[in-house]
């Protein structure tokens, strides 16, 4: 009887685990050619398979869907399989966890210069100029200007870059006319002498309100405050940081934070939580990224009528005209650890999306972020979509003046030092600029040196 | 023969809770341990050993070091704040003479809530252009809530107090309702009055509801991550920054897994000792009451 009944448990035991390491297998389950062939159904036939990972972001996903309904129907013999990259805790961090996972997709959007650069380090991305056809890709595409800053520092280009946000400044005219300014400012000296005047009508607003200013830990928002500050400040003359050296034009860096410390002084930026304070016209200034622009229309239809865009101002000694931007770009890279055989079939997907301009419009169209071509504001493809949509254009057309970020793995460490040590204390008046700019210059080459 | 069968029993029994231990604790705690003595980012193929280095970095960190500090500012803040409002509010309830069910629900229901959805909610009642600034100024006190070193972290040990006093009342109220009757009635007869009756009567028979309590909240100041990452980002400076956010931020933005490692076990080392620092005290007390 009691044999019978370790049996019987054993029995039960042995189900148990099995149906636990099912569960588990379930988990990273993963679509490959051999599966394809032995699955049957609707992949039976297909002579490769691969999956492509989409920005977490509505817009791109049906982009991608759509690309790849159309393209599976003109190659049945391919399978793709398209799905949004797991946003928790973030798209770097789940395409991490899905390369230790063995789980990568063999192809993947949303990356930009410093992740490519951790990823060409951990060797888990491929060189795409070596692949066959990227030379006629990049003509055809007529992107060779816009490849050139994602060539990584072994002088391999591992991504193509898909859409390019050069960043710009809105200002609320409104507000500017009713402090009796007709003119965007556009030297330091004259926002700042608009900021005064701006705050002597309204005492309770201020030039340039967002909670981003006043916060560290959110690296990226350097991207948006002193980066591309400092990017007008040089011109675009001399990076920030180039491969893991400081180079940053001490002068410029000193202007910018020596601007942000008179905003201060004159009571003109508010470093705080509020809620849409350039919107609801807190603040007459801010950083405005084509993804505002579909939120204005839907919650302040009035809104984009009243702001004029501009790139970012400059020191009083330098050229407006000079200006440059931070580009917000992000590209495609394929993934090492798929077969051979995926990453040849994933390419010839993305070269068949790009080579063709009207998948770029549909692109545009669907996402509103411009396309990273060197035509993009002049090729007639897409010039009844920016006669429609003015204020996309400028985006467009400022972005040969736009700068990427920067290829240094170790990104996250050093944008926080640069808010850690520089923008946020100069915003909150805790350092002078010189101080804020020798520590952050302390930081930045001790964290580069590690 | 039928030991042996007992035994079998037992670990079948056991087997369930014994697999999802293995699978989802004692596999990942080796794993971290592993990465905790790496450089490793999990994605490239060569794993660099750096002894004990993670440990030294994490120990110099001023973000751990703020984590170290932080989790204690948030318990002495809000281990008596909720002690106090969830007993308070569990002897009102519990003196209702009817509806008390109501009341239980209705005040459990900060509980059920998302913290998510309650974060949202104070961020746009405490935004500087909110109907609640925009008033405070207008008679002349102008408070910045996410960024002044005193005003963050009791926002944020607010919130916390709120969602867990609704849930320790549950715990009190169950505790009061174990307090014989004739207790009261006797020290009534003896001429105690209601202070008295409270500090010497329900106080200790309360012993082991509030001995829960505390171990529960010491515990949960070592793991509040969504209030301040949602509010704070960790500041103003390091003022809210906790062991979960260092953890958060090392692992998942600046994809350095074996630093983050090295901070998840030096806080779980710290957790653990804390605990039972609290857990040696709270016993202390209760051996005055002749608990235990």
């Known amino acids: 009887m009691n044999k019978i009944n370790v049996k019987r448990y054993g029995a039960f035991l042995l189900v148990l685990l099995m149906g636990f390491s099912i569960a588990l297998t379930g988990c990273g389950a993963k679509i490959t050619s051999s599966d394809a062939k032995a699955t049957g159904g609707t992949i039976e036939n297909s002579a490769v398979s691969f999956e492509f990972w989409s920005a977490p972001n509505p817009t791109q996903d049906k982009f991608w869907k759509g690309m790849a309904e159309e393209y599976m129907k003109q190659n049945p013999n391919v399978k793709i399989k398209v799905s949004s990259i797991p946003e928790k805790p973030s798209s770097e961090a789940a395409i991490q966890a899905a390369i230790a996972a063995k789980s990568a997709p063999a192809a993947s959007e949303n990356i930009m210069r410093s992740f490519a650069a951790t990823l060409y380090q951990s060797k888990a991305i491929v060189p795409l100029n070596k692949i066959d056809g990227w030379d006629k890709l990049v003509e055809t595409r007529k992107m060779a200007d816009s490849v050139k800053p994602w060539k990584l520092s072994d002088g391999n280009q591992y991504v193509m870059p898909i859409y390019n946000n050069a960043m710009q400044f809105g200002w609320r005219m409104d507000l500017l006319k009713e402090a009796g300014i007709t003119e965007v400012p556009k030297t330091y000296s004259q926002v700042i002498e608009a900021g005064k005047k701006i705050k002597a009508k309204y005492p309770d607003k201020f030039l340039w309100a967002s909670q981003d200013l006043g916060r560290a830990d959110d690296w990226w928002t350097r991207w948006f405050d002193f980066l591309m500050l400092y990017d007008a400040a040089t011109g675009g003359k001399t990076d920030f940081i180039e491969g893991t050296k400081l180079v940053a034009d001490d002068k410029a860096a000193l202007e910018v934070l020596t601007f942000l410390s008179e905003l201060q002084k004159n009571n003109l930026l508010l470093p705080s939580q509020a809620t849409d304070p350039f919107e609801t016209g807190l603040g007459a200034f801010a950083t405005v990224g084509p993804w505002s622009l579909p939120t204005w229309k839907e919650k302040y239809p009035d809104l984009l009528s009243n702001v004029e865009l501009t790139l970012p101002p400059v020191p009083d000694s330098v050229n407006p005209a000079d200006s440059k931007t931070f580009a917000d770009a992000k590209g495609i890279v394929i993934y090492a650890s798929v077969p051979e055989e995926q990453q040849k079939a994933a390419w010839e997907f993305i070269k068949w999306v790009f080579s063709n301009p009207d998948n770029d419009l549909k692109w545009l169209q669907e996402t509103n972020l411009p396309p990273a071509r060197d035509d993009t504001a002049t090729n007639p493809a897409f010039k009844d979509f920016f006669d429609q949509n003015p204020a996309l254009k400028k985006f467009a057309e400022a972005i040969p003046n736009s700068i990427p970020p920067m290829d240094n793995d170790k990104i996250v460490d050093l944008q926080t030092i640069m808010g850690r040590e520089g923008v946020v204390p100069v915003v909150n008046g805790q350092k002078d600029p010189e101080t804020a700019w020798k520590d952050m210059k302390k930081a930045l080459q001790d964290a580069l040196a590690k | ?292």
């Open chain 2, 1 to 292: 023969m039928k030991d042996k069968s007992i035994t079998i029993k037992g670990w079948l029994f056991a087997s369930p809770y014994l697999i999802y231990t293995v699978v989802f604790f004692l596999i990942p705690v080796i794993g971290a341990l592993f990465l905790t003595v790496t450089d490793w980012n999990m994605m490239s193929p060569d794993i660099k050993f750096v002894n004990l280095d993670n440990f030294i970095s994490a120990v110099k960190s001023p973000e751990v070091q703020a984590a170290f500090i932080v989790s204690y500012k948030f318990m002495a803040i809000i281990l008596p704040t909720t002690l106090i409002l969830s007993v308070g509010q569990a002897m009102l309830i519990n003196s209702l003479p009817k509806y008390k069910n109501v009341f239980l629900v209705g005040y459990f229901l900060p509980y059920l809530a998302s913290g998510v959805a309650i974060a949202l909610v104070i961020k746009g009642v405490l935004a500087y252009n909110s109907v609640v600034n925009v008033w405070l100024r207008s008679i002349g006190i102008a408070i910045d809530w996410f960024n002044h070193p005193i005003f963050t972290p009791l926002v944020i040990a607010f919130m916390i107090t709120w969602k867990f006093s609704a849930y320790y009342i549950l715990i009190i109220i169950s505790g009061l309702e174990s307090i014989p009757k004739e207790i009261y009635e006797a020290a009534k007869i003896d001429g105690a009055k209601s202070w008295t009756t409270f500090w010497k009567i329900t106080v200790p028979m309360l012993y082991p509801a509030l001995y829960t309590i505390v171990i529960l909240t010491s515990g949960w100041m070592f793991s509040i991550f969504g209030e301040p990452y949602l509010l704070s980002r960790g500041g103003p400076g390091y003022g809210t920054y906790t062991w979960q956010l260092s953890i958060y931020f090392n692992a998942f933005q600046r994809l350095s897994a074996g630093y983050a490692s090295a901070v998840a076990i030096i806080a779980a080392i710290v957790t653990f000792a804390s605990v039972l620092i609290i857990k040696r005290l709270a016993r202390g007390w209760g051996r005055k009451y002749g608990w235990e």
